[in-house]
């Protein structure tokens, strides 16, 4: 059953709970649709920019607008290809159309360094290949690296049961969170179907410092969860901790997926 979703306008900054999200080809609607980059076009995560998860963030008939900490509330300009630049997400180079100065100035203000914001130039797809893909391709906005990422929550809360304090499903920054398929049994799921939608889990997720950031404050904590994560979910093959599984649409494009819908679940042998 889905539990909750989630989707994050702006990569790293705070994402949107909703009730349902429509399933388009490179992931749930709006879900990193734009990003924050350096002048030079390189992406700026929480990872070195915690306080990106103090910047709020809303949809208003399909325009973006930032929430900042002041209480104060800019909507941001549509990205025009007159602005085109290249950004650099990890090894992928993108087409960004920039949003202007007045955001860019109200983030640098932030941040403490100077900033633009990209929205996605949808004229130039994004297309992944990935050996964990086989011969199929992921079509892209600005994640990482696959369009979803589905966690069950009895994950979270067998790790809550062994951290010195729980955690809440935020630090992990999901798009889809299922209850279920039990403790880690999106490890172990083939395929989940509503319909014509049906979301492959493809590679275990690999975890960096970002969970490590309270996304409400963006205070810092020193080791937890990754001390005890990697106590028992280290990947030798990945190298890295894995928490939650980056999921392929197989099919279902246009469909709307909801919190209380039932997932058929076709498990792997």
């Known amino acids: ?152 929550a009895e994950s979270l809360d067998d790790l809550n049961a062994r951290l010195p304090a729980p955690l809440p499903m935020n630090r992990f920054r999901p798009n889809v969170v299922v209850r279920g398929l039990g403790a880690f049994g999106e490890d172990r799921v083939r395929e989940l179907r509503a319909g014509e939608l049906r979301l492959q889990p493809v590679k275990p997720c690999t975890r960096c410092t970002i969970t490590m950031t309270d996304q409400v404050s963006a205070a810092v904590d020193p080791a937890e969860p990754l001390r005890t994560l990697k106590t028992y979910r280290w990947d030798r093959e990945l190298r890295g901790i894995t928490f939650g599984q980056n999921v392929a649409i197989a099919g279902g494009v246009g469909t709307t997926l909801r919190v209380g819908q039932e997932l058929e679940v076709d498990w792997r042998a």
């Open 1 to 152: 059953v889905v539990t909750a979703l989630n989707v994050y306008p702006v990569k790293s900054c705070a994402g949107i709970p909703l009730h349902e999200a429509v399933v388009l080809d490179a992931g749930l609607a709006h879900d990193r649709q734009w990003l924050v980059v350096t002048p030079d076009g390189r992406f700026v995560t929480q990872r070195e920019q915690p306080r990106l998860a103090l910047v709020g963030t809303a949809i208003d008939a399909g325009r973006l607008v930032l929430r900042f900490p002041d209480g104060t509330r800019v909507a941001v300009a549509p990205g025009e290809a007159a602005r085109r630049r290249d950004v650099v997400v990890w090894d992928d180079r993108c087409s960004g159309l920039d949003c202007g100065d007045e955001v860019a100035e109200r983030l640098a203000g932030l941040l403490g360094r100077a900033v633009r914001v990209g929205e996605f130039d949808a004229s130039v797809p994004r297309v992944k290949r990935s050996p964990w893909l086989g011969d199929a391709a992921a079509t892209l906005r600005y994640p990482d690296g696959y369009p979803i990422l589905l966690i069950s």
